[in-house]
């Protein structure tokens, strides 16, 4: 069948680093960024595909380095045995696949203001490292906006039609509605609602 993970984070990555360096046409290449990969599990595969077939270099880090040299050797990444050796300010995206349980946070040698993080764990929707990206004013992809990436391009898939984008958004932001709207609402839900209002 076919795996929707990869395209939605392919696609809010793309997205997300084009808003974060405001540039206003799309980029024709994303091989000036450099990304790094958290966890080495099934969404790890995804992440590491959906960046490699952007052509952005990436490390993968993982409590089993074995794992994560694995993974790197699949999918053309660079295995880190310690984030600390990452250089400073070197990383543009972050994708984190780890359980919050891990609560996993970058070394804050590696955050910046325009430090892409994308969070693909949505329950609980505040995890530790979208928490630090939040305080950081990072440029942040909830899990849940993962999690309706995949439902679109998935509609697509199995009815051949276009999907009703306002009406998921709604049945989405519905469904979380107390924590939506106790917090702020994710990025790609507030816009497919404010566009649907100027209609």
């Avoid at 984190?96 to 993080?117: C, D, I, M, Y």
């Avoid at 305080?135 to 993962?146: D, N």
Wanted: net charge positive.
């Amino acid at each position: 069948g076919d795996n929707t993970d990869w395209i939605a984070i392919y696609n809010l990555t793309k997205s997300t680093l084009h808003q974060a360096y405001h540039h206003r046409e799309p980029l024709s290449t994303y091989s000036n960024f450099r990304g790094l990969v958290i966890g080495a599990g099934g969404t790890a595969h995804a992440a590491c595909y959906a960046l490699s077939k952007l052509g952005i270099q990436f490390y993968v880090w993982n409590r089993t380095l074995s794992k994560a040299e694995e993974l790197s050797t699949k999918f053309g990444g660079k295995p880190c045995s310690q984030l600390s050796d990452i250089p400073a300010n070197s990383i543009d995206v972050v994708i984190g696949t780890v359980p919050p349980s891990s609560q996993f946070v970058l070394p804050s040698h590696l955050l910046k203001n325009n430090l892409v993080v994308i969070e693909l764990v949505y329950f609980p929707r505040e995890t530790p490292l979208v928490k630090q990206a939040q305080q950081r004013g990072c440029p942040l992809v909830e899990g849940s906006e993962i999690l309706f990436e995949q439902g679109v391009k998935q509609f697509q898939i199995f009815t051949n039609r276009d999907p009703p984008i306002q009406q998921l958004a709604h049945s989405m932001v519905y469904l979380h509605k107390d924590s939506f709207l106790q917090h702020n609402t994710p990025y790609t839900f507030k816009k497919i609602l404010q566009k649907e209002s100027k209609l």
